[in-house]
């Protein structure tokens, strides 16, 4: 699932170019200050240290605050990470919760080879996810054995496009899917301004994102 990057457009030209430093490559750090949540509001406050090393004149330190606006989910991992990067996409697969429409899937046979099946659905969220998503995230049960082990059964609701993926999965070992109907239809222009940014290990979805130099 091919995701577009569109940190050129979004990241202030001088983070970019320090990003891009050898001084950063070897003796960057990118340090979270503070997080502070208001309202659907959240301000990020970090810092990008170059350690001594190249530099004569010693550390240098650059802060910045970053505001997302209409905030959807984040993910806080750790507060200090050396050589961490931003990038910004307006489609990922982190986005399809918020940004796709969603449908209900459901089977009608008891299938074949389902530990197999098994198998292959958790290699699906590790490998071709990147294991972004929880496997027990859009199924209707969290034990996947016993809800493949029916004959019939609602198996998933969710974003169309992870969906598309259990429907070709379940097809293949003869569970003969199908779409009963869609459950959540998004308005389109609303959709469509959702980001995702990742700054190290952490990420934040929202609706605008804005830089500031302090």
Do not use: C
């Not at 299938?111 to 972004?132: C, R």
């Not at 016993?146 to 598309?164: K, R, T, V, Y």
């Amino acid at each position: 699932m091919k995701a577009i990057d569109i940190t050129k457009e979004i990241l202030p030209i001088e983070l970019d170019s320090l990003f891009d430093t050898v001084e950063y490559e070897n003796y960057g750090i990118f340090k979270i200050d503070k997080i502070s949540f208001e309202n659907n509001v959240i301000e990020f406050y970090f810092t990008i240290k170059i350690l001594e090393g190249l530099l004569d004149e010693g550390e240098e330190n650059y802060q910045w605050k970053l505001r997302i606006t209409n905030y959807k989910d984040y993910n806080i991992e750790d507060s200090t990470n050396v050589d961490a990067f931003i990038t910004i996409f307006s489609d990922h697969i982190l986005l399809s919760h918020y940004k796709k429409n969603w449908k209900e899937l459901y089977f009608k046979n008891y299938g074949e080879n389902l530990e197999k099946l098994f198998i292959e659905f958790h290699n699906l969220h590790s490998l071709t996810l990147d294991n972004f998503i929880q496997p027990k995230k859009y199924i209707t049960n969290e034990n996947l054995e016993q809800l493949l082990g029916h004959q019939n059964a609602l198996f998933s609701e969710g974003p169309e496009d992870i969906l598309d993926l259990y429907f070709n999965l379940l097809l293949k070992y003869g569970k003969e899917p199908y779409y009963f109907k869609n459950k959540k239809k998004l308005n389109d222009q609303t959709k469509d301004e959702f980001k995702i940014i990742f700054l190290g290990n952490n990420y934040f979805i929202g609706e605008h994102l804005e830089f500031q130099k302090l």
